[in-house]
């Protein structure tokens, strides 16, 4: 992907002065093109999504500034958030509304609620949705380390997402965009349906806290179900981020509702870390996965669990900071 990345920035004067994570979307938004039939010039919506932004970028301006006290013309423009979706649309041709949002770890969910949204209004037939994020700078990594979440072991797999015997926080943070294509009536063959969707927010003791039972998990994945028999859903991509709080909170709101029969617990942040508001897709990727591939990837460090006969549903998970979650249901197509 660097070698991609980095030509994006240099066949275009106008590319140089983006941050990583606009160019990661450009990068993940010609690839989903080039799997849809869709034309440049139509009306298609674009929804992007981040946690932390152009993280790397506002870091090298503001070092200047303190240093220099003078800043470059581009500071301002090629750190705002609308630079996600406008430049996807752009680089695409695209017309449509063009916009983009930042809540935190369950952004690039709420880009599929949005988006969802958009089509059964009828406002758009076709729409692109996703998050990217570009969060390994120092700042970020210092971040996380005082909120005292960072995984410090020398294990092969650091990120301990989902194992109940770690003895510390354990969570990788990575970099990545993910976009899908989604339209109101499909104009070939998807590769899933999204069959249900929730959202929830949680009341919090602070700004980082959770619940201790995930409330707001419980909710938006027993409003995601909806009307659907709970023995139908095989399979849930979990959010487990690799903190105890976090990942105990999930674990119990899964309990909660599916009571000691839970469907198979997937989880990717053990081998790709967490790349928080892209992380929600990068679980709807790996549902969407199962369901094609009909098949599950177990946890290399947790005991094997019992896998499904058939994968039919898959739930998906996103937690973010400030107590909300989303959750989608996604079915084989």
Known sequence: MEPKIQGIRGEDKRYRSLDRTVLLSIGCARELWEKTAWRKGEEI???LGSSRGATALFERYYHSFL??????????????LGNLSSWVAQDLQLQGAHFSHSITCATGLHAIANAIAWLQAGLSQ?????????PLTPFTLAQMKALGIYAEGKSPYPCQALNPTKRANAMVLSEGACLVALEREPTQ???????????????????????????????SMKKAIGPYPIDEVDVIATHAPGTIAGDRAEYKAIQRLFGEDTPFLANNKWKIGHSLAASGLFNLESAIAMLIEQRVLQIPYLPPQKEPKAIRNALVNAMGFGGNAVSLLVSKA
């Open 67 to 80: 240093t220099r006290q003078t800043l470059s013309s581009q500071a301002s423009p090629s750190t705002t």
């Open 189 to 219: 063959k998807p590769l899933a349906w999204i069959s249900g969707l929730g959202w929830a927010t949680e009341r919090i003791a602070h700004a980082v806290s959770i619940t201790q039972d995930g409330e707001a998990l419980f909710q």
């Open 126 to 134: 076709k729409f692109i949705a996703g998050a990217t994020e570009a």
């Open 45 to 47: 919506g674009v929804n």
